[in-house]
């Protein structure tokens, strides 16, 4: 009786379905780095949380600025190994499938939910001031948002960011197929939520005033394939290890119902014992 037991209490356990498995993570590898691409660029007093890297050029560090390492490029193993990783990163980002559409940014507020990825109905996205971007954990401040862009994104205008429920800008994911540019004109210094992992470049214009006057902040790490360029001072804040889960449809309520009938079962059969 007690074999039939166990047998049942494990084919309980097994008809319980994984509450969702990684789909996307930053290793520690790259995420040490706030900058990394093929190239750097910088023409202010841009200050970087993290590494900087490239595997071809850096120019403009100093002035530019880093709490962690800038290595010299393109000799430093460190950056073409965290280069590849992101890269290999990216790929496995572009690859998976949307859970949610996002409308494209142009009239509409957008709401993103934790632990989805969104895309676009449009391959490329260039937006208008006075959009505002709430980005909703629901209660989970572990909850993950990927942001996928098939071509190029372009922030023309400042886009509002609101992060409700335990959201946290660590935890997004901007995940641009071509380039992407945060154009910031007299609409400075923008602030941005969320890492940006580019296919090609990503450049952030300067502000008014030139390259001595504040752009903007990226609460995130910035990488980019091609090139990055700085075109004024901006304030990288870099990112850190993070792994994406979307539970599957149901999956608490089946756990719970599977959960129910092995208390059921086993009060059965502790009844014939």
């Known amino acids: 009786m007690r074999e039939k037991l166990i047998w049942l209490v494990m084919a309980v356990a097994a008809a319980v379905p994984a509450l969702g498995s990684p789909i996307f993570s930053l ?90 990825v969104y895309s676009f109905t449009s391959p490329s996205i260039s937006t208008v001031s006075g ?34 429920n335990g959201a946290q800008a660590d935890n997004i994911f901007w995940v641009v197929g071509d380039a992407a540019t945060i154009s910031v004109g007299s609409s400075g210094p923008i602030n941005w939520d969320g890492n940006i992992l580019a296919g090609s470049a990503f450049t952030m214009s300067a502000a008014t005033g030139g390259s001595g006057v504040l752009a903007g902040t990226i609460n995130g790490c ?35 119902l599977g959960c129910l009938l092995g208390i059921l079962a086993l009060r059965k059969l502790r009844g014939r014992l």
């Open 27 to 116: 290793d520690s590898t790259t995420t040490a780095f706030g900058l990394l691409g093929g190239t750097i660029s910088n023409t202010g007093t841009s200050a970087v949380v993290g590494d900087v890297g490239a595997t071809t050029t850096i120019t403009g560090f100093p002035p530019g600025t880093a709490t962690g390492t800038v290595f010299p490029a393109p000799s430093s193993t460190v950056s073409i190994d965290a280069y590849t990783d992101f890269v290999n990163a990216l790929a496995t980002a572009e690859a998976l499938a949307p859970t949610q559409t996002a409308p494209d940014l142009l009239t509409t507020d957008t709401t993103f939910i934790g632990n989805n």
């Open 131 to 164: 959009i505002n971007l709430t980005f909703d954990a629901q209660n989970n401040p572990n909850a993950i948002f990927v942001i996928k862009v098939a071509g190029d994104f372009t922030e023309n205008g400042a886009l509002t960011f609101h992060l409700k």
């Open 222 to 256: 910035v990488f980019a394939v091609t090139a990055n360029t700085l075109a004024g001072e901006t304030n990288v804040n870099g990112c850190s290890s993070t792994a994406a889960s979307v539970p599957e449809p149901g999956s608490w309520e089946l756990v719970s």
